[in-house]
């Protein structure tokens, strides 16, 4: 029978920061032997960089730690401006990880049909850049209700206070910052491997 982690801040695999977070020493980050990976926030949008991001993500590949980085999308702006944001701020060679792609973001003001054709345009030419096939990172609901059928070879980042037995998934991130990691102030964003997965799903073959 598969565990219910619901509540439990003390299971995890990797976790995902941003500006928010304040990281404090990435030495302690990398000891924690649960933190297999750190995602870390870099473009949302057509024109916003977190402003913590490059220096954020050098410090803990120093540090010895697998990092990767996420993108917000948005229909708030066309897929290949928001391409344009993602290029110029994530180079490639400093990437151990496949680019992760928040999907969830005001798809309300679109038609499924829109949304999907948008999505898929970004992901397209973010795979073409990166050589890899981005993870797509939503909830379970917007899941089933939008890229269920038109995503069904990607791989999935599903965000549920539960495990997602309803969908499929590679990773599924709790509740928003329950995680607390040392070298970190504050709470954490903290994902958990499906039991047939694992960091090979993510790492970059170079």
């Known amino acids: 029978e598969e565990p219910n982690y619901m509540g439990d801040s003390t299971i995890y695999d990797g976790i995902v920061l941003s500006h928010e977070n304040n990281v404090v020493d990435w030495d302690k ?10 995602y870390w926030k870099a473009t949302d949008g057509a024109s916003v960089q977190d402003s913590k991001y490059k220096k954020s993500l050098k410090a803990a590949r120093k540090a010895g730690l697998k990092v990767g980085s996420a993108h917000y999308f948005r ?59 981005p993870i797509i990172c939503c909830s379970v609901g917007v899941y089933h209700k939008r890229l269920k059928k038109d995503f069904a070879d990607y791989m999935f980042w599903m965000s ?19 995680g607390h990691i040392d070298g970190i102030d504050g709470g954490v964003d903290i994902s958990t491997f499906n039991d047939s997965c694992g ?5 970059i073959n170079k």
Not at 29 to 38: G, I, R
Not at 84 to 109: G, H, M, S, W
Not at 110 to 128: G, Y
Not at 160 to 175: F, R
């Open 29 to 38: 980050v990398a000891q924690d032997s649960l933190v297999q990976f750190v």
């Open 75 to 133: 229909m708030t702006s066309k897929p290949e401006d928001q391409f344009k944001n993602f290029k110029k701020t994530v180079k490639v060679d400093d990437q151990d990880l496949i680019p992760a792609v928040y999907a969830e973001c005001e798809f309300k003001r679109s038609s499924k049909e829109e949304f999907s054709a948008a999505l898929k345009s970004f992901l397209d030419k973010v795979e073409e850049y990166c050589g890899v096939r």
């Open 160 to 178: 549920n206070p539960t495990i997602p037995s309803t969908a499929k998934y590679t990773l599924w991130q709790t509740d928003s910052y329950v």
């Open 199 to 203: 960091i090979e799903n993510l790492i």
